[in-house]
């Protein structure tokens, strides 16, 4: 089964304000990261968190992980029409022996100008 | 400069027929993939080569080969077109040691009629 699960499916909010997704996996992680991906477009690097980290910031972004919930959240402060996109979280469990990263069903953002 | 590039971009075709999708990286990473996208936005890896060895093979039909020619090129045969193959396939490149980020290609859209 999936590794990675986004919280929720599908975001809508205005401009301005902030948005919070979360991600679920299952077993335990090397690192997970964070991935945008607009309409038609390939899935482009945000974030990368390692299993020993709890909080990592980068520009209005901002991602917690909690290994003992098994949970990661991404959140965007002030947000822009140009935020509009999928977000994907990635984990790589660290018995795969192989950097095999799972990716999740991704939450599709919506911000309305 | 394109870090990761895929020809074609979109691709029609006829069940049946047989066609290929190209992958080049000119980032120097080590390792590259394949991704499928289906219509829900899943994203599942099929294939991983480390310096062109195959580390990574889902269950994927014996239809779909991955080939390796060097560390920069990942391409992939797919023989006997199925409707069911219609998605977008990604292309992606990570320096595998390092468990960094992904560079994704701007994926190859593919539709069986």
């Known amino acids: 089964s999936q590794q990675g699960e986004e919280d929720p499916q599908a975001l809508s909010i205005q401009e301005g304000e902030n948005a919070t997704m979360n991600c679920s996996y299952k077993?335990?992680?090397?690192?997970l990261q964070w991935y945008r991906q607009n309409s038609g477009r390939g899935l482009v690097h945000l974030i990368l968190i390692r299993s020993n980290e709890r909080e990592k910031h980068s520009g209005r972004l901002r991602v917690t992980l909690d290994t003992s919930k098994k949970s990661s959240s991404l959140l965007i402060t002030a947000s822009r029409a140009a935020d509009t996109a999928s977000y994907f979280c990635?984990?790589?469990?660290?018995?795969?022996?192989?950097?095999?990263?799972?990716f999740g069903t991704g939450t599709r953002l919506k911000v309305l100008a | 400069d394109t870090a990761v590039s895929q020809t074609p971009k979109y691709l029609v075709t006829q069940m049946g027929n047989d066609k290929s999708i190209k992958c080049e990286q000119n980032l120097g990473h080590d390792t590259m993939y394949w991704y499928k996208q289906d219509s829900k936005k899943f994203l599942k890896i099929m294939f991983s080569?480390?310096?062109?060895?195959?580390?990574i093979n889902e269950t994927v039909p014996n239809r779909f080969s991955p080939k390796s020619p060097d560390k920069a090129h990942l391409n992939l045969h797919i023989n006997s077109l199925e409707l069911g193959d219609s998605a977008v396939y990604f292309c992606a490149s990570s320096q595998l040691t390092s468990g960094g980020a992904f560079r994704f290609g701007p994926g190859t859209r593919l539709t069986v009629l």
């Open positions: 990635a984990t790589v469990p660290p018995t795969s022996g192989t950097y095999k990263y799972i």
């Open positions: 077993t335990s992680i090397n690192n």
């Open positions: 080569y480390n310096n062109k060895e195959l580390i």
